[in-house]
């Protein structure tokens, strides 16, 4: 199979007369709108440049769910200063939940940003550009509705491996109490099944092997309009793309994944053996105060549902320590859910009272040292239980679909004799989204994209190591 294009490839490409640098911080949805931004951006002949110092334009894709993630907008851009003073025509942008959610008081803030855009507003980044580029300094935040909200016809030439995120949904309609996502991102607008459909195929036929479908709740999809169909039916149309190797969804929210959904891991091969749903707390008081619109023993239940469906299928959660009112019984029946649900994976933070939500009313009444220790007590356990879960795949033979060289072998490429024979290490991912290393196999070459089985030999902390079982001789798919 062939590479995937990378960007600046494209024999397509005009002459590149600028080039950007985009910084993203944030969630997936952040990761798909850059390569948005990025595409918008090609007809103005931009390419990307990954050094700052060389660019034209340096757009921050910044996160605003925590405090955290917010203040480090500011740091960047103080870091970025000194760029903007030795190159004038440098442009400066902010976009993403900051963006949306700041607007033009950021402009007031940092005398020397020269573009703030929000979440709806990527499209328009080309005239945002003229009028910064004509008129000065450039704020525009404006917020799309049902009626003229339009999704960017993804690109699969910006696309930078066998792997990509696409979007369902924009928005988010729940109104979780802790929660900035449905402000910065208003409400969820479905995109149409046919376009879905066809970026699909089209990113299939460009080399993508694996399509994320992205959505802050996936399972809600088609519920604002009527595009002929739901979630479940969506995945039935994308599952059954030719050339297809791997589907992903995320994020489901536990209130909306019903059985119908869960059956799909029996029907549907393609869909990878994954599910994030998103836990929050293991106590039915902090989950009514968190609305998030069920209960422990219903979560479970989704977790058993799940695991009917596809045994071996791995869990993801996110779960949030401190939440306003958390007692230590509170947490200590999350640590036991936690116990129960067996996640291969967690994302656990402490609580960060936002702006524009229910919460921030609450007093943020447990303490700082406290939620630490037991964002501390919370990670230990998951560990061991991480660490059990990988130490079951030892020996097995797994179905690994190459993503590309392993990152510290990018650079290392072997040589024989001047000639390049290709990286030391490759580097993909299980079914499961375990991250597995293994040495190219001998006398077959391995490209991005690939299906191959390998045998894992080596647990490590947060990935595995094998070989490729059979010598080069084993099972593989691909288009190659
Ligand atoms: N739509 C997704 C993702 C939401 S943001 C979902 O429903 O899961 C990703 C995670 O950030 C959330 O799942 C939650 O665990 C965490 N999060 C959101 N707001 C937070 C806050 N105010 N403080 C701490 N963590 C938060
Ligand atoms: Fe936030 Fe809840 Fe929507 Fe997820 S489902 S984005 S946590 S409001
Ligand atoms: Fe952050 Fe916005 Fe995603 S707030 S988590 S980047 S939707």
């Known amino acids: 199979m062939d590479a995937a294009i990378q960007p600046g490839d494209d024999a397509r490409d005009p002459v590149p007369t600028r080039r950007v640098h985009v910084i993203t911080y944030g969630c997936q949805m952040n990761v798909h709108d850059t390569r ?61 939940c900051v963006g949306q959610q700041h607007g033009e008081a950021l402009l007031e803030r940092v005398p020397y940003l020269d573009l703030v855009f929000g979440t709806d507003n990527i499209a328009d980044l080309p005239s945002l550009l003229a009028s910064v580029e004509h008129g000065g300094r450039t704020s525009h935040t404006r917020r799309m509705t049902h009626d003229d909200y339009r999704f960017l016809e993804a690109d699969p030439a910006v696309e930078a491996g066998p792997t990509a995120f696409l979007t369902i949904t924009k928005g988010c309609d729940r109104a979780c109490s802790y929660c900035i996502v449905p402000y910065v991102r208003g409400r969820e607008v479905s995109k149409p099944p ?54 992903r969804f995320v994020t489901s929210h536990p209130a909306d994944a019903d059985a119908r959904m869960m059956e799909c891991f029996a029907r549907l091969p393609v869909l990878a053996s994954h599910l994030h749903l998103p836990l ?41 320590v401190g939440f306003p009112g958390e007692t230590s019984e509170d947490f200590q029946a999350t640590l036991k859910a936690v116990e129960a649900a067996q996640f291969d994976t967690m994302f656990s933070f402490k609580y960060s009272p936002r702006p524009h939500t229910a919460a921030a009313r609450l007093p943020n009444d447990v303490p700082e040292a406290e939620k630490a220790a037991r964002l501390r007590d919370l990670q230990a356990l998951q560990d061991e239980i991480t660490a059990a879960r990988m130490l079951r795949l030892l020996g097995r033979d797994e179905e690994v679909l190459v993503e590309g060289p392993s990152r510290n072998d990018a650079t290392r490429e072997r040589t024989s004799g001047g000639r390049l024979e290709g990286p030391v290490q490759w580097m993909g991912r299980t079914s499961t989204n375990y991250l597995v ?44």
């Open 280 to 320: 929050q707390s293991g106590s039915d008081r902090v989950l009514a105060r968190m609305r998030r619109g069920y209960t422990i023993s219903e979560y479970l239940q989704k977790v058993e549902m799940a695991r009917a469906a596809r045994p071996d299928i791995a869990l993801s959660t996110d779960i949030i």
């Open 437 to 480: 290393h293994f040495p190219p196999p001998e006398g077959r070459p391995v490209s991005p994209g690939d299906l191959v089985v390998v045998h894992i030999e080596e647990v490590l902390a947060h990935c595995l190591r094998g070989t490729v079982r059979g010598n080069g001789e084993g099972r593989t798919r691909g288009s190659g």
């Open 36 to 96: 948005r931004i990025v595409q918008v951006l090609r007809p103005l002949g931009f390419q990307e440049t990954p050094d700052p110092a060389l660019a034209d334009l340096v757009l921050l894709n910044t996160c605003s769910v925590r405090e955290k993630p917010e203040r480090k907008v500011l740091s960047t851009l103080a870091r970025l200063k000194p760029l903007k003073e030795a190159r004038p025509g440098l442009v400066l942008g902010v976009c993403g």
């Open 194 to 247: 046919e376009q879905v459909l066809d970026e699909v195929r089209r990113f299939v036929a460009s080399g993508v092997r694996e399509v994320t479908l992205l959505g802050q709740n996936v399972n809600s999809y088609g519920r604002d309009r009527p595009v002929g169909c739901g979630f479940v039916g969506l995945l039935e149309r994308v599952a059954a793309t030719p050339g297809l190797l791997r589907l």
